[in-house]
């Protein structure tokens, strides 16, 4: 069974070089939440030097704490201006933190409860509530990574929440020939894929907020199939050997959850960032990927 991984790059890291030349790494992918010391066109210009194709994932309207917020009375204030009724809860910590919002003041959270430890910046904010109203869709930091792609001829974008055709528009009119893969993340993301499969770019189920914006637990086994169904060329991202980012040999899940996704048509997989901040994890994923798509020789 032929497969390829997509490995996010920690910017700085010694072994991306090695990771390279791993036979199931058909990408490198930059998280343009990850700190920089050089401007994001000298770092794109680096990372591209190491072979695979490199992907740009730009924030889109996926909501992210701006500044830091100390608790126990704080505001947050947010990458985007929203509206929503109030009160209301919002998910940190990947959905294992709630905190209620008393009201919104444009890009401000004003909380009631919690959270109960400091923010930080770059960290996720997910509102799941059908009124949520998120204003504009490229960050003003979006845009200057598409700049600096356009100044070096990269075409590779991931967008992240996308919901409409005009969301994967609005790359291409900064970036004319962007190839757009389409990360659903809500539920207007399942809704916008089962409508257009991949009329307006290649398909991404990224089970990192996914997971935490369907409305039941189960429904992420439902929610899987609306990509790959709608393409057959879906990736796969996120909540991938998570085990292998604190003890060196996976856990029996991790090894059946990879087995069930290639059992249901997946066949291009993304690494996210935790199990690609050390050498070992993410090399062990790897090979642990290739393992278990040999299963199916």
Not at 80 to 101: L, Q, W
Not at 229 to 248: C, H, K, M, V
Not at 277 to 285: L, N, P, Q
Request: aromatic fraction near 6%.
């Amino acid at each position: 069974m032929k497969i390829s991984a997509i490995v996010t790059v920690p910017p700085y890291a010694s072994f991306l070089e090695e990771v390279s030349r791993h036979p199931l790494v058909s990408g490198f992918r930059l998280n343009t939440v990850m700190p920089l010391k050089e401007s994001p066109r000298e770092a794109l210009e680096r990372l591209s030097k190491f072979g695979p194709p490199l992907w740009v994932d730009l924030k889109g309207r996926q909501l992210r704490v701006a500044n830091p917020a100390i608790p126990p009375f704080t505001e947050i204030k947010l990458s985007h201006k929203i509206k929503v009724h109030t009160p209301v809860d919002a998910y940190f910590s990947d959905g294992n933190e709630r905190a209620r919002v008393a009201a919104v003041d444009g890009d401000r959270l004003i909380m009631e409860d919690g959270p109960r430890r400091m923010i930080g910046p770059g960290e996720s904010v997910n509102i799941i509530h059908p009124s949520l109203e998120i204003e504009g869709t490229l960050t003003e930091t979006d845009k200057v990574y598409l700049a600096a792609m356009r100044e070096l001829g990269l075409t590779r974008v991931m967008l992240s929440y996308v919901e409409s055709a005009a969301d994967a528009q609005e790359v291409r009119d900064l970036l004319p020939g962007a190839e757009v893969v389409l990360k659903i993340e809500s539920q207007r993301g399942l809704e916008f894929a089962k409508r257009h499969g991949a009329q307006h770019g290649r398909l991404m189920a990224a089970r990192g907020d996914l997971y935490v914006e369907i409305p039941h637990p189960h429904q992420i086994i439902s929610a899987l199939r609306v990509a790959i169904n709608g393409d057959e060329n879906a990736i796969l991202a996120s909540r991938l050997f998570e085990s292998l980012t604190w003890q060196p040999v996976p856990v029996s899940a991790d090894i059946t959850d990879a087995a069930y996704l290639l059992e249901i048509g997946y066949r291009t997989f993304m690494l996210g960032d935790q199990v690609c901040m050390k050498r070992d994890s993410v090399i062990e994923a790897l090979n642990l990927l290739e393992a278990i798509a040999g299963e199916f020789s």
